[in-house]
């Protein structure tokens, strides 16, 4: 990841926590099902892509969440100023999987999140949930 391009604002703008604590502090709160401290991490118009669609808003994004219930389970976190990108293990139901993702901030807050993983084993146990 390169530096700041003058598109996002800069660390100084948030004051005392850096994107990396935002992120932390936004993954221990799902992990903890609390979702409006959650929410207070996000923007509102929040936008998620992953390998199994997109959400436009916190709204979307956050109903999708209370019903999912994932649980995060970090292994590796590397940050670019206003950019977190981090390794890890999610559960979906009682399936594991090995995810990466990107976390923009902007004003403090996360602005974007861009996951990537191998969908198999999720579409595979709903399929056998059917």
Do not use: H
Not at 93 to 121: E, H, M, N, Q
């Amino acid at each position: 990841m390169s530096g700041n391009t003058g598109l996002q604002p800069s660390l100084s703008e948030v004051p005392g926590q850096s994107a990396k604590d935002v992120v932390l502090a936004f993954v221990d709160a799902l992990n903890r099902s609390d979702f409006q401290a959650a929410r207070k991490c996000v923007a509102e118009d929040l936008k998620f892509e992953g390998a199994l669609g997109t959400r436009e808003g916190a709204d979307v994004y956050f109903r999708d969440m209370e019903r999912m219930q994932l649980k995060y389970s970090v292994k590796k976190i590397f940050t670019d100023d206003t950019d977190v990108c981090f390794f890890y293990d999610i559960t979906m139901a009682s399936v594991t999987v090995f995810c990466a993702g990107w976390y923009r901030l902007s004003k403090g807050k996360i602005r974007s999140i861009r996951v990537v993983f191998d969908p198999r084993p999720v579409l595979e146990a709903a399929e056998k949930n059917k």
